[in-house]
């Protein structure tokens, strides 16, 4: 084993694309996983999980050759989106304001982990079907006790990051104290490629445009809502839950869509804001074990993918008599992603607190700005070139 390698540890996309990055820039890298090959959805099952692929990211899964793997048939251009406050505010975006083909495309999570884990199988990197346990000297320990040799190990693991517990590395927790619903739902009338947003007191309710099905448009949606009104659909049985959500989302959104049909399970997911000191000697975290933001502008993996090109660019781009767990060469990685990964922080977390307000003034001021931003074309070209990962 070469004094160079590399452990990924982590399995998810964000693992998988770093392992992926970190070969095809030559370095000796292997993936420390539990190898559960994933399910990819056919016909009109759609994975519950779907995100939104900003174009940098898009770019990303590109040039690791991955991006044209994806059934095209699953994947949604988002050409335009439509953002509405709560008293009256609304702000259009279209992708020819910012000279875009699409602002984003939607993909299924389980779309992505496949072409991911195709991808890292023809290129024949190791990947040893394991979890990691603890840190030793220059290697870390498997929770079978294997020692793997490991001048840098790369933490993917996820919000939960043992690695970054066993690194001592720092890490801050917020809970937003609201839970992000998730389901697939059928609509009475078209998205016609539109992801729709609606900001309220109440949390943030995000429809995203997905394909059609035997049943009609189908749209995915993604509410974030307060975990105690969360907590009370999810504790209802599955009819009397579906029945609840239907109505509440017409409530909401059914000006737009007419009615609801709910057409998967629905999942919930805790909302924390996290963040990290992201690397020590001989480790560096990408994706949720580094930081986690609230989904309302759907951009966490993005973010993630983000850490991942930029730690294979210093780790590759490194001069040849350090190595590449060298604290040096990571606070270099550190360096660079700090500004991306702050001004993310602050954009969600700024909106989730302007919104979360139910105070007269600022619901005013934001509605007002709304509809500000909306007659600005400048302002909208930025906003997109923001929300694309420029
Ligand atoms: C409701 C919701 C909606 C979202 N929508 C979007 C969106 O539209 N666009 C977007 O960009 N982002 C979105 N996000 C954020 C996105 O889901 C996350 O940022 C992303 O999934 C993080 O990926 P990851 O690979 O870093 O972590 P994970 O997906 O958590 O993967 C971590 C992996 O590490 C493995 N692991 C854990 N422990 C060990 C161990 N000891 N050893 C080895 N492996 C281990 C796990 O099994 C897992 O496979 C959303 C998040 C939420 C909650």
Not at 216 to 231: E, I
Request: aromatic share 6%.
């Amino acid at each position: 084993m070469s004094k160079n390698a590399i452990v990924v540890c982590g399995g998810g996309i964000v693992g998988l694309a770093a392992a992926l990055g970190l070969a095809k820039s030559r370095q000796a890298v292997s993936l420390l996983a539990p190898r559960a090959l994933v399910h990819r959805d056919t016909g009109d099952d759609y994975c519950p999980r779907v995100y939104a692929i900003s174009p940098a990211t898009q770019r990303y899964l590109h040039s690791l050759g991955v991006w044209e793997l994806l059934n095209s048939a699953r994947v949604t251009p988002v050409e335009g989106m439509a953002i509405f406050g709560d008293a009256s505010g609304k702000v259009a975006l279209d992708a020819w304001h910012g000279v875009q083909s699409a602002l984003a495309w939607i993909v299924e999570s389980s779309e992505l982990e496949a072409v991911l884990q195709q991808a890292v199988k023809v290129y024949g990197l190791p990947w040893i079907d394991d979890k990691f346990q603890a840190l030793g000297p220059e290697s870390c320990i498997t929770e079978a006790g294997r020692t793997m040799p490991a001048a840098l190990v790369v933490g993917a693991d996820g919000a939960q990051s043992p690695v970054r517990t066993a690194a001592g590395i720092e890490h801050r927790v917020r809970s937003y104290k609201e839970v992000g619903l998730v389901t697939h739902l059928d609509v009475e009338r078209p998205h016609a490629k539109i992801a729709y947003q609606w900001f309220g007191v109440d949390g943030v309710l995000a429809l995203l445009p997905m394909p059609d099905t035997a049943a009609g448009p189908q749209v995915s949606m993604v509410w974030s809502m307060r975990a105690s009104q969360a907590d009370e659909l999810l504790a209802m049985s599955g009819e009397e839950r579906n029945h609840a959500l239907e109505h509440r989302l017409a409530s909401v959104a059914g000006a737009q869509f007419g009615r609801f049909k709910v057409r998967r399970p629905v999942l919930g997911f805790p909302l924390t804001l996290e963040t990290s000191d992201m690397v020590a000697p001989g480790v560096a975290l990408v994706g949720d074990a580094a930081h986690r933001i609230h989904p309302l502008a759907g951009q966490g993996l993005n973010l993630g993918l983000g850490d991942v090109e930029q730690l294979v660019h210093t780790v590759a781009g490194r001069p040849t008599y350090r190595g590449p767990g060298d604290i040096r060469i990571l606070r270099r990685y550190r360096r660079v992603r700090a500004e991306p990964v702050a001004a993310m922080v602050a954009a969600t977390d700024g909106l989730h607190r302007l919104f979360a307000s139910s105070f007269a003034p600022v619901v005013l001021t934001r509605n007002m700005g709304m509809h500000l931003v909306d007659r600005l074309p400048f302002i909208k070209r930025r906003l997109i070139l923001a929300a694309s990962g420029e």
